[in-house]
């Protein structure tokens, strides 16, 4: 396995590859690089036999071992898994035989995704997540939707992001807002960072989306992924991001708490990416994004009217009217980076 990693890692050129760094494992490079070994290697690396090796042996080892997923040599097989997934270029003689590369690849990542485990913490659940990133950002829709298993990776992926985002909810509440305290929220916010960031907005960014086939064709496609995959996520996102931030304002105006500067500035940074990236998806069904948030927005203003009444004209800032405050100005965001 090392000695394939350092083949796979060999200056192959100066048009070998993309931005990032190959066989790194991590939200910020998913997805970003690619690797273009000469025709010549063609002979040595054989690509869809390991890819079907590999994905065959990281199977027979969950098996026998369903409990540790994360050892050294799992670990391994999935980096290499990762890289193999950047591979582009002319070691492939034609379009046929890279979309047959192509499918082998979405087939075996279907088949780990269906056994990640979101009850504890894991590396599994990232390196799968990443591969997915890679391939998409690799093959992109216009191989990638010719491909049976398209539809249950989507669908898996929606699956997986709606239960994270349920649980990252959850855990908030049982926590009273206090989100220092969530034991599995950084994991949580990594893997939704891979899963939205790096496949979801890459996907609805697409320009195979924007402009192949015809106009009627494009807006099917986009309904289809969007019904799939992207609604979903829309508006789970929403719901788990001005929850939570509801929470925490309630938790720090009650305990008289505030953020770290510093910290408050990287968080609001983050913010407004996850919103920009976000909103390029809700865009694919617009009607449907906007009704979500209208939906939301009618239920927080009436609650904010009330509570603010309830103040006799004093405007008193409770807990409850700080956190009916943030959430307001996240759904108005939300709407602002939509449109």
Request: hydrophobic share 45%; net charge negative.
């Amino acid at each position: 396995l090392e000695l394939l990693l350092d083949c796979l890692g060999w200056e192959f050129g100066m048009g070998a590859w993309a931005v990032g760094k190959m066989g790194e494992l991590g939200a910020i490079t998913a997805g970003r690089t690619t690797l273009r070994p000469p025709v010549q290697w063609k002979g040595v690396l054989h690509p869809i036999p390991i890819v079907e090796a590999l994905v065959h042996v990281i199977l027979k080892l969950q098996e026998m071992h369903p409990t540790d997923t994360d050892n050294p040599l799992t670990q391994c097989l999935r980096q290499l898994l990762l890289t193999m997934a950047t591979l582009t270029g002319p070691i492939f003689q034609n379009s046929q035989e890279r979309k047959q590369y192509a499918s082998m690849l979405l087939h075996g990542t279907l088949q780990l995704l269906q056994r990640v485990k979101l009850d504890e913490e894991n590396s599994y659940l990232i390196d799968v997540l990443q591969i997915l990133g890679r391939l998409v950002a690799n093959f992109r829709l216009s191989v990638l939707a010719e491909l049976n298993d398209l539809n249950p990776v989507l669908s898996g992926m929606a699956q997986i992001g709606q239960q994270l985002l349920h649980d990252q909810v959850r855990d908030c509440e049982q926590a009273g807002g206090d989100v220092e305290s969530m034991e599995l929220r950084e994991w949580r916010e990594e893997a939704l960072s891979v899963l939205v960031m790096d496949c979801t907005v890459l996907l609805a960014s697409d320009p195979w989306l924007m402009y192949s086939g015809s106009e009627v064709t494009r807006r099917q496609a986009q309904k289809h992924l969007a019904s799939l995959i992207l609604g979903p996520l829309y508006s789970g996102m929403v719901a788990c991001r001005t929850r939570m931030a509801a929470l925490e304002e309630h938790y720090l105006v009650s305990h008289h708490a505030e953020l770290d500067e510093d910290k408050e500035d990287i968080l609001a940074s983050d913010q407004k990416e996850e919103m920009e990236g976000i909103s390029t998806v809700g865009r694919l069904d617009l009607a449907t994004a906007l009704a979500s948030l209208a939906e939301r927005h009618a239920h927080t203003m009436p609650r904010l009217q009330a509570l603010w009444g309830e103040g006799n004209g004093q405007n008193v800032i409770t807990a409850e009217t700080a956190a009916l405050l943030e959430e307001a100005r996240l759904l108005t965001l939300y709407v602002s980076h939509l449109l």
